[in-house]
Nanobody
Framework: QVQLVESGGGLVQPGGSLRLSCAAS????????MGWYRQAPGKQRELVAV???????SYADSVKGRFTISRENAKNTVYLQMNSLRPEDTAVYSC??????????????WGQGTQVTVSS
């Protein structure tokens, strides 16, 4: 059974920073793309950032220049460095990964989510 576990959320002041982590564990052959999503109250879940095994990244327009996604493949871990946080960044952040459990079999997994609250 593969699991993703996020950590690093919390309450921060506007303009502050947080670093989220998401570690995958279990029966893993290899991990394809990994990403971070967020969902604010009353809004749809949106893709924040995604990173490929080779390090190619994409970001939502709302976070470009402020957030950085990275990964350590040897640790099966993806990170999201969030700087210059704004109240509108408040949401539950969840990581997602496409994980191959065999040469011809993969599944998409989700973490449980971690709350990020930006408020004075």
């Amino acid at each position: 059974q593969v699991q993703l576990v996020e950590s690093g959320g919390g309450l921060v002041q506007p303009g502050g920073s947080l670093r989220l982590s998401c570690a995958a564990s279990g029966s893993i052959f290899t991990i394809d793309a990994m990403g971070w999503y967020r969902q604010a109250p009353g809004k749809q879940r949106e893709l924040v950032a995604v990173i490929t095994p080779g390090g190619s990244t994409s970001y939502a327009d709302s976070v470009k220049g402020r957030f950085t996604i990275s990964r350590e493949n040897a640790k099966n871990t993806v990170y999201l460095q969030m700087n210059s946080l704004r109240p509108e960044d408040t949401a539950v952040y969840s990581c997602n990964a496409r994980i191959w459990v065999a040469t011809i079999k993969y599944n998409d997994y989700w973490g449980q989510g971690t709350q990020v609250t930006v408020s004075s």
